[in-house]
Every structure is written in structure tokens, then in C-alpha cells.
């Protein structure tokens, strides 16, 4: 399988969307409780992409998943740090389009200056039909590891969730 890796655009929005909505409304995996319009991402895409790494995995010329990083905090001392996100197509997970992209997505934030990844991965113990904890191991096997954890801190189809945060760096801190 050929995986190609490129900069998304706005023109990326209807494709990137089918991939999202699924997970906000079948999984746990996003707290957004509704997918946004096609107008909306389109807008995401153009805000992210224009500070931010964003990134689209095509198998054959489609799409068939995405990376961003955005905005870690807005104080602009944690300029070096963003928060990472990571959404396949569910038939190309386990496939390495996902290692792919976040390898891609390390490499060009390193180059921007940005020395440090955090992933808020919503969290449950034990996994239900909503969400299961396999983006924690995909951190984990990605290098990423486990700094802190919110507990109950959202709420969706009708249970509680925890959220947990995994840091990776991926640049020397000098200086």
C-alpha cells in the first residue's frame, strides 16, 4: 500500500469531514456532540492549517485519514507546544496510515519550532461500546507517554468519560 502525505486545504473539507463525523456521533473518541458543518471545517482547516501542521494520508489519491496540531495554550510562552489529533478512515486503521501521519506530523513541527506534543486522549476504565484505549496504545507505541489524567471531566451518551493527557518530544529543548 502507497500512502502519500501532503498539506491538507480547505478544498480537503468534505473528504476530511466524512472521516470525522463517525466519530462524533457513533464514538466517545471526540467530545464534540455534533459534526460540525461542511462550512465549519472548511473554516478549521483554513484557521489550523494556516499557523499549524495539517495533514491529509491518501491511499490511491484518497483520503484516508489526517494529523493537525493546533493550540496547546494561548499564552504565548507555550509557543513551543501543540496538541495533536489524529482521525483514519476506519478501514485503513492498523494499516500504518496513522504512524505515517504522526511521524510526518512530528518532523514538520519540529521544523517550526515547536519542541513539544501533547495528545488529550479521552480516557475509560474499563472500554465500552463508545470508546476503547487504543489511542493511548497508539501514543505509546509512537513514543508518546502518560502525564496526567482528568477524571469524569466530560460527559456524552449519557456516561462519564476521563481525558488523559501524552507528551512526546520532539526536538531538543536548548536554549
Not at 122 to 128: G, I, L, N, R, T
Request: with cysteine; hydrophobic share 40%; aromatic share 14%.
Amino acid at each position: 500500500m502507497d500512502i502519500t502525505i501532503r498539506s491538507a486545504t480547505p478544498d480537503d473539507a468534505e473528504a476530511l469531514l466524512a472521516i470525522y463525523a463517525p466519530y462524533v456521533s457513533e464514538t466517545a473518541i471526540t467530545f464534540e456532540l455534533e459534526p460540525p458543518s461542511l462550512a465549519e471545517f472548511r473554516q478549521r482547516i483554513a484557521r489550523i492549517g494556516a499557523r499549524y501542521p495539517y495533514l491529509v494520508a491518501e491511499v490511491d489519491g484518497e483520503p484516508v485519514g489526517y494529523a493537525y496540531v493546533g493550540e496547546f495554550h494561548a499564552r504565548e510562552a507555550y509557543a513551543c507546544s501543540a496538541e495533536t489529533a489524529i482521525y483514519l478512515r476506519r478501514d485503513q486503521r492498523g494499516k500504518g496510515v496513522g504512524r505515517r501521519l504522526y511521524q510526518d506530523l512530528e518532523v514538520a513541527c519540529a521544523a517550526r519550532g515547536i519542541t513539544n506534543l501533547y495528545a488529550c486522549i479521552a480516557y475509560v476504565e474499563p472500554e465500552d461500546e463508545y470508546l476503547t484505549q487504543a489511542s493511548v496504545r497508539f501514543h505509546e507505541r509512537m513514543g508518546y507517554r502518560l502525564v496526567g489524567r482528568f477524571n469524569k471531566c466530560a460527559r456524552k451518551f449519557d456516561r462519564w468519560y476521563d481525558m488523559v493527557y501524552m507528551e512526546k518530544f520532539v526536538a531538543a529543548h536548548e536554549g
